[in-house]
T-cell receptor, first 115, second 113 residues
Framework: GAGVSQSPSNKVTEKGKDVELRCDPI?????LYWYRQSLGQGLEFLIY????????KSGLPSDRFSAERTGGSVSTLTIQRTQQEDSAVYLC?????????????FGSGTRLTVV | DQQVKQNSPSLSVQEGRISILNCDYT??????FLWYKKYPAEGPTFLIS?????DKNEDGRFTVFLNKSAKHLSLHIVPSQPGDSAVYFC????????????FGAGTQVVVTP
């Protein structure tokens, strides 16, 4: 597609339920990132996929969070047993290569609300 | 630990005047800095960047200045236009965190007619 596509755009879930957020990056972009933005905060790094290398998971806040990228393309971020503090906008971005040289192209995000 | 800080959450400026957005950082290893612009309900879009080997980079109405000794950068928008009303994020990267960017909390700019 022309841009980075994320789905759903909005998700309301009950505390304790699992959620899956999807990201479809720009075709040919080897790097894919997940960030989240909580209310009043900056973008917080979660995880980074680069080609076939092992992902950088250093930003995942707890073991309830996981992500995978299948076939070097679509990525899914899974949050298990959601908590209210997980409420945030989850942003996916992709780039041709490492972001500091190419810049990211962001999707519009998924707004997650845990009630 | 917030390594990139934007201490002004909001800025109001008249159309035609200069907008100056500030960003401070704490990690001396940062070697590349970027500014992103975000409209409501959209993802951030890349605006302008600067390498640590430079102190200024200009692109049309947008200029970024870097003061490494002060660990400070700023974004100047001249002249400001109503379409510039958005949230602006400062971001930085270091060679030890290949590809990963650290973002500030953002500054909401409102350009008034």
């Amino acid at each position: 597609g022309a841009g980075v596509s994320q789905s759903p755009s909005n998700k309301v879930t009950e505390k304790g339920k699992d959620v899956e957020l999807r990201c479809d990056p720009i075709s040919g972009h080897t790097a894919l990132y997940w960030y989240r933005q909580s209310l009043g905060q900056g973008l917080e790094f979660l995880i980074y996929f680069q080609g076939n290398s092992a992902p950088d998971k250093s930003g995942l806040p707890s073991d309830r969070f996981s992500a995978e990228r299948t076939g070097g393309s679509v990525s899914t971020l899974t949050i298990q047993r959601t908590q209210q503090e997980d409420s945030a906008v989850y942003l996916c971005a992709s780039s041709l290569g490492p972001g500091q040289f190419y810049g990211y192209t962001f999707g519009s995000g998924t707004r997650l609300t845990v009630v | 630990d917030q390594q990139v800080k934007q201490n002004s959450p909001s800025l109001s400026v008249q159309e035609g005047r200069i907008s100056i957005l500030n960003c401070d950082y704490t990690n001396s290893m940062f070697d590349y800095f970027l500014w992103y612009k975000k409209y409501p309900a959209e993802g951030p879009t890349f605006l302008i960047s600067i390498s640590s080997i430079k102190d200024k980079n200009e692109d049309g109405r947008f200029t970024v200045f870097l003061n490494k000794s002060a660990k400070h950068l700023s974004l100047h928008i001249v002249p400001s236009q109503p379409g510039d009303s958005a949230v602006y994020f400062c971001a930085a990267s270091n060679p030890d965190s290949w590809g990963k960017l650290q973002f500030g909390a953002g500054t909401q700019v409102v350009v008034t007619p």
